[in-house]
């Protein structure tokens, strides 16, 4: 842009002083015309170049565009003396890129590169070392995913979780690759996302997995659409893929779900809106084995509601048939789960509190607690502090126990460390 505007400082003088040679002009007005010269031009010169900056920012629309963020995660296991034993660390980098083929076309690449070290990612099984236990974890059928270094302390893991082509235009939008399809209504269980299902352990995973798949929606109002959604598989016994109608009645958000997950047909309610002022969510899915005569079901239902002093309450509790009442032994943080088994218990309660005490500091607890014979108790405190718009020190704790001889002994417990710069 400066380069054009300085071509054009250039030469409209020369345009100025042509265009008052060009007028007829009269010998007795020559000398008011030529002291008139060194004040036309100036005035022009701020006219045409505002005119042409506007011009040239419409006509040259950017076709890309680059964002993500940089963050260091360090973890350390705590015993009940308080004592740390293990440490580990973890550098991460995302790389979000679009480029904009025009208003209906664009393409999306996103990479994700983590780097640990430290003596906690060699206390697995030691039959598999640590990076190869996480190369490929996230992949469908595309291997979009590279360990560059793998040793015993050391490990260098990139992947791409986004990669697709996109159309959109005012009725449709199809997209074609490793995507996020987000079916899910609540915050921490979601029995209908049955293509990327996540674990509410994984907090430093924002962006969730994705999938490699084709979702087609067609907009049918302005609340209301259809959706369906194929995952990419190598045999019939891996098909996921199904359709959602959502729509909106009595100022409720509604959404049907329908179609096949793996072995089972699956069909699903959800609802989100308000009671007065308190906000209502939910969502059940009913999975039926189609060569079997096994029925599971999977419901939560949350309630959250927000006071005038900007404190934030939350409560949801989930049912799962295919849970356990007695004791589990599956650690939590460590869940490979899905939405026909979202948690290892059968009965579990939420709640979460939060609060900003000023514009760069807030905190957060939420609680998890299950009925059953161990009875399970899991606390995650965060502490967060926000140095400028795009840099964060967040403190969070994962305390994790459960009831033996009558008393908690929480076996569990982790403190993570993490600073963030998004760009």
Request: glycine share 8%; net charge negative.
């Amino acid at each position: 842009m400066k380069k054009h505007t300085f071509i054009i400082l250039i030469f409209l003088p020369i345009f100025g002083f042509t265009q008052v040679e060009e007028e007829p002009i009269e010998e007795e007005i020559e000398e008011e015309l030529i002291a008139t010269d060194t004040i036309v031009p100036e005035r022009e010169i701020y006219e045409i170049e505002e005119v042409e900056s506007t011009e040239f920012e419409e006509k040259k629309p950017k076709k890309w565009s680059i964002d993500g963020y940089i963050k260091d995660l360090r973890t350390a296991i705590i015993d009940t003396n308080g004592n740390v034993y293990l440490f580990n660390n973890q550098f991460h980098n995302r790389i979000n890129f679009n480029y904009y083929f025009n208003n209906n076309w664009t393409f999306k690449a996103d990479l994700r590169t983590q780097i640990f070290y430290g003596n906690l990612i060699n206390t697995g099984n030691p039959l598999q070392p640590f990076h190869e236990g996480i190369d490929g974890i996230n992949d469908d059928v595309l291997d979009l995913s590279l360990v560059v270094v793998g040793k015993s302390t050391l490990t260098w893991y990139s992947m791409f979780d986004r990669l697709y082509v996109d159309y959109s235009n005012e009725k449709w939008n199809v997209r074609v690759g490793r995507q996020r399809i987000n079916w899910g209504i609540n915050t921490v269980w979601n029995p209908h996302d049955i293509f990327n299902a996540f674990s509410y352990f994984d907090f430093d995973y924002e962006e969730r997995p994705g999938s490699d798949a084709v979702r087609v929606t067609y907009y049918t109002g302005a609340t209301s659409s259809v959706e369906f959604a194929v995952k990419a598989f190598e045999n019939t016994d891996e098909i996921v893929a199904g359709g959602l109608w959502k729509f909106n009645k009595w100022n409720y958000d509604f959404q049907v779900l329908g179609g096949v997950f793996r072995k089972d047909i699956v069909a699903g309610l959800g609802w989100a809106g308000n009671i007065k002022d308190v906000g209502f969510k939910g969502e059940a899915s009913v999975f039926q084995g189609y060569d079997t005569a096994t029925t599971t079901f999977a419901g939560t239902i949350a309630f959250d509601y927000a006071f005038e002093n900007s404190t934030y309450v939350s409560a949801g509790f989930l049912y799962n048939s295919l849970g356990t009442a007695e004791s589990a032994t599956t650690n939590l943080l460590a869940l490979n789960i899905d939405a026909k088994n979202l948690f290892p218990y059968k009965y579990t309660g939420f709640g979460l509190i939060s609060y900003p005490f000023n514009p760069s500091i807030s905190g957060a607890l939420s609680i998890i607690y299950s009925p059953s014979d161990d009875h399970l108790l899991f606390f995650n405190p965060t502490l967060t502090y926000t140095i400028k718009d795009n840099w964060n020190i967040d403190l969070i704790g994962q305390i994790a126990g459960s009831m033996l001889n009558k008393e908690y002994r929480f076996a569990s417990n982790l403190m993570f460390l993490r600073l963030k710069w998004s760009f």
